[in-house]
């Protein structure tokens, strides 16, 4: 999953794409189990800015219930810069969801991060990636 | 007045004691965000501004239609109908 999501970030690089992560949550463990791809109304300021369409939002919402599964959480890209949330991630975040930032070049998705709003900061999350091969 | 649902966002659910859906009735979008803003404290305030509108960084779904394409908080409910709280979701690099 996170090969498909660095190409995608990267097909859009230097703009930044966004979309939904899917899955289930608990107290202690947020488990993705696929991810949505959304459009980002944001136009003007593609390159560091995301509106995710919240009609994507629902779309995806709805698919994650008749799987039994839930929206936990947003990802975007961060084009030439830092997956680290910046003062607008922090400003704009909902607490209760994961927001996985992906930093892109050009060429490659640089770097994985996951962030949670606690409080009234970020605290990062740390990323498993499930061994797919039996 | 119809019987409607009510889809919670994660970050909402705190105010429903973790439900992702709740039943409210209200012949209105308004009337059955009272509703629900009734039975559980606190959530009318996240959807709705001291003036009694829609907070920006909410969307409000009847069935596939925001209700800022509609009559807005005063769209009619038919029975059965669901409202989606959809949290606008933004941010960005700077």
């Known amino acids: 999953m996170r090969e498909d ?78 997956a680290r949330p910046s003062s607008t991630d922090l400003r704009l975040a909902w607490a209760g969801y994961s927001y996985l930032i992906i930093s892109t070049s050009g060429q490659a998705a640089r770097d994985f991060r996951s962030w949670r709003l606690t409080d009234d900061h970020f605290e990062e999350e740390r990323l498993e990636e499930e061994d797919p091969t039996p | 007045m119809s019987q409607a649902t009510v889809r919670i966002p994660a970050p909402l659910r705190g105010f429903t004691g973790g439900a992702a859906e709740v039943a409210a009735r209200g012949g209105s979008v308004r009337e059955v965000l009272r509703s629900v803003g009734a039975a559980h404290e606190g959530l009318e305030r996240q959807i709705l501004n001291e003036s009694g509108e829609v907070r920006e960084f909410v969307n409000l779904f009847l069935g596939d239609q925001n209700i800022r394409s509609l009559a807005g908080l005063d769209s009619p409910v038919e029975e059965g109908a669901v409202i989606h709280i959809v949290p606008a979701v933004a941010g960005g690099a700077s």
């Open chain 1, 5 to 82: 999501l660095g190409r995608l970030a990267v097909l859009h690089h230097p703009q930044e794409t966004c979309g939904l992560l899917v899955g289930r949550a608990s107290d202690s463990l947020v488990e993705v189990v696929q991810f949505a791809s959304a459009r980002n109304l944001n136009r003007e300021r593609a390159h560091d800015r995301y509106l995710l369409d919240p009609e994507d939002f629902l779309r995806a919402d709805r698919e994650a219930r008749r799987e039994a599964l839930e929206i936990v959480g947003i990802w975007h890209s961060h084009p030439d810069s830092p």
